[in-house]
């Protein structure tokens, strides 16, 4: 069985209820809940009309103050004024669980009986379920996408509230029964009828919105000093020249790989070099990887497919050592068109709606379109008829922005924005006792940029052009014009290398079988390139890590007993002789 992840001595969870049910055993369940927690609690109760409520939140205090009927609330970056998750028990006796449209901080509920429980973390809900089960939606999910789709989590019966929604239940006193949730977006992304289209004033206009972003995020420093995830990309550097430019004192951190891969540290020197700040390199080697993969996993709470999770939890790991505010670069992509956008844009010119909602779904790179190979035939005929279609769609709706490119930055800021880069940034630095802060995820800003013209950000093959323009002043050119890259974790050159071994244990067929899920020589078929003709070089890396991390997930969250191993796998093999038998074979 898992355990509660640890919390660090300023970090904020809650868990509670509102329904109808015995007080005293609701009281003692929530009691024993919190029990496990070593920090200290603040507690709440109210009954009206036999409508009971009651929240502990686990840190020293709440880090957000509460508004006129608020009885819950985190902010990621620890800004009172800004929350990121909130819980409302209205005067007429609604309960509104609620999210910011960024997506920073999650919330979680479900209904045991005519009570609905709510968690900021999932963990915190399962001691409350009567048996925890897999939800196959939530798994093929996330086999598609690396993340879970909201309002699917991984596991059955428990929910996600969307960002920037707000889910409503009402009372029957008389009935002592819970309405249905209601669903209501409290914010959504959309295109401005005008269109800005002169660049000097989007410059002017632009330059004023970043500058406002930062001074509203450090309003509440005094003289200590703050980090910044500093990668080299554009996104990281701009936040560090604007922490610099504002007086504040900043201490960098970025990643170094080792030998494998293509590094991307020397930008981060020469970003440092220029602005004359100091730069930690972390070393984010094989060791250290695997080291510290179990407590990723735990600091994550959901299953994240993405190899980039354990680095940042290496980079929040060293950056608590000296500060407790970390700010990064992450939001600038969703902002201003960054990701690869040139392909989708054809197919959204020359191709019908389902075919181009279809080409979005491979920009994933994931499992899907694999479904009949890699699942077992008992899982596959239960998912065989869902459609991920559906859970992008609304993303991509073209009444919310006719402009294509607007539309694609509205797709990326609710899909690969809100579900799974920001929350997973909040809980890994959360794991640390970090407040992690994202001038890109700025309200003001980001609906400003709905007002861009196309050609402002996407000009020629240059992409996030209106971005460069604004900030070509801040730092130096060969920063700001080069070609974006992503951050290359060298994920296939471990799994063929240092993890080739490993790979055998954490995808071990025997457990795999056992588990009754993934197909039990998954692991094997996509090293060898059997599954399938685009999993190939730095996508084989990507899939292994997809699987190990489900894993781990299952095993050390979930609490599902992994089983015994076999050695049926090629992994048992040095990697160099199965590679020699492979070729003697062919």
């Known amino acids: 069985m898992s355990s509660l992840s640890p919390f660090s001595n300023h970090q904020s969870a809650f868990i509670g209820y509102w329904g109808y049910g015995s007080q005293r055993e609701l009281t003692a369940l929530l009691t024993n809940l919190s029990a496990t927690s ?27 103050s509460p508004q006129q009927n608020t009885i819950a609330a ?3 970056s620890g800004l009172s004024t800004t929350p990121d998750a909130w819980v409302n028990v209205t005067e007429n006796h609604h309960l509104i669980l609620a999210r910011e449209p960024f997506g920073r901080v999650p919330l979680y509920w479900t209904q045991q009986g005519e009570v609905i429980w709510f968690a900021s973390r999932l963990q915190l809900l399962l001691p409350i379920l009567q048996q925890r089960d897999v939800s196959l939606p939530g ?3 996330y086999s598609c996408f690396s993340y879970v789709p909201t309002p699917l989590t991984p596991v059955k019966e428990v929910f996600a509230v969307p960002a920037g929604t707000e889910m409503i239940w009402q009372g029957n006193y008389e009935l002592g029964k819970l309405s249905q949730p209601q669903s209501r977006s409290i914010h959504s992304w959309r295109e401005q009828a005008e269109q800005i289209k002169d660049e000097a004033t989007a410059v002017t206009q632009l330059q004023t919105l970043l500058q406002a972003s930062i001074y509203q995020q450090i309003a509440d420093l005094k003289a200590e000093p703050v980090g910044v995830f500093l990668s080299g990309g554009l996104d990281s550097s701009i936040v560090a020249a604007l922490l610099v430019q504002a007086g504040v004192k900043v201490r960098a951190y970025t990643l170094n790989f080792g030998s494998a ?17 100091p730069l930690v390199k972390v070393a984010a080697t094989p060791r250290e990887i695997k080291k510290a993969l179990i407590s990723t996993v735990q600091a994550l709470d959901l299953p994240f497919g993405d190899g980039v999770t354990v680095p940042l939890y290496l980079l929040a790991q060293a950056a608590s050592q000296e500060t407790s505010v970390i700010f990064n670069g992450e939001g600038g992509d969703q902002l201003f068109a960054g990701w690869t956008n040139k392909p989708l844009i054809a197919a959204g010119i020359y191709q019908a709606e389902e075919s181009f909602i279809l080409q979005y779904l491979r920009t994933f790179h994931r499992f899907w379109g694999y479904e009949s190979q890699i699942y077992q035939p008992e899982v596959y005929a239960q998912i065989e008829n869902l459609h991920p279609q559906d859970w992008i769609v609304e993303a991509l709706d073209a009444t919310c922005c006719p402009s294509l490119l607007h539309r694609l930055r509205r797709a990326s800021l609710m899909l690969k924005g809100a579900q799974n880069i920001h929350p997973r940034a909040t809980a890994l630095s959360f794991a640390h006792g970090l407040w992690v802060r994202s001038p890109f995820c700025d309200l003001p800003l980001a609906e400003w940029t709905f007002s861009l013209s196309g050609e402002l950000c996407l000009q020629g093959a240059c992409e996030k052009y209106i971005l460069k323009r604004a900030v070509e002043n801040w ?10 890259r992503g951050m290359g974790v060298p994920l296939t050159s471990w799994c063929f290398n240092e993890f080739w071994h490993d790979v055998g244990i954490w995808l071990n067929p025997a457990i795999l079988s056992a588990e009754n899920r993934f197909s039990s020589q998954i692991a094997a078929q996509i090293v060898t390139g059997e599954l399938g003709g685009s999993i190939q070089g730095r996508r084989i890396g990507e899939s292994l890590w997809l699987l190990i991390m489900w894993e781990l997930w299952r095993s050390h969250i979930l609490g599902e007993n992994p089983g015994k191993p076999s050695w049926n796998h090629p992994f048992w093999l040095p990697s160099w002789l199965w590679r020699r038998y492979k070729q003697w074979q062919t």
């Open 74 to 76: 985190i902010s990621a």
């Open 38 to 64: 070593p920090l200290s609690t603040q507690q709440f109760s109210q009954k009206e009309n036999q409508l009971l409520w009651n929240v502990v939140h686990l840190g020293i205090n709440r880090n957000s």
């Open 475 to 484: 730092l130096p050119p060969e920063i700001v014009w080069r070609q974006k």
């Open 139 to 141: 798994l093929y999910g």
């Open 261 to 277: 891969g293509i590094p991307e540290f020397p930008y981060a020197e020469q970003v440092a070099q220029f602005l004359q700040i």
